[in-house]
């Protein structure tokens, strides 16, 4: 399994000049893509991927 952690608060600070919401890539572009790398891994190498957050947006 691959598994990614996302942890907006890591770098929450280096957002100062921009709301939260601007800064950082908004969950679903983020799903779409490990979905886009999941369909990739699982048709060449049978591999699957997990995506977990403590986001609750």
């Known amino acids: ?3 990614i ?3 907006y608060g890591d770098f929450s600070q280096q957002c100062e000049e921009f709301p939260v919401d601007q800064c950082f ?3 679903s572009d983020i799903a779409l893509r490990v979905s886009e ?3 990739e891994f699982r048709t ?3 591999i699957k991927a997990a ?3 403590d ?3």
């Open 5 to 7: 952690h996302i942890w």
């Open 44 to 46: 060449r190498k049978g």
């Open 25 to 27: 890539a908004p969950l």
């Open 55 to 57: 986001e609750r947006d």
């Open 37 to 39: 790398v999941q369909e």
């Open 1 to 3: 399994y691959i598994s």
């Open 51 to 53: 995506m977990m957050s």
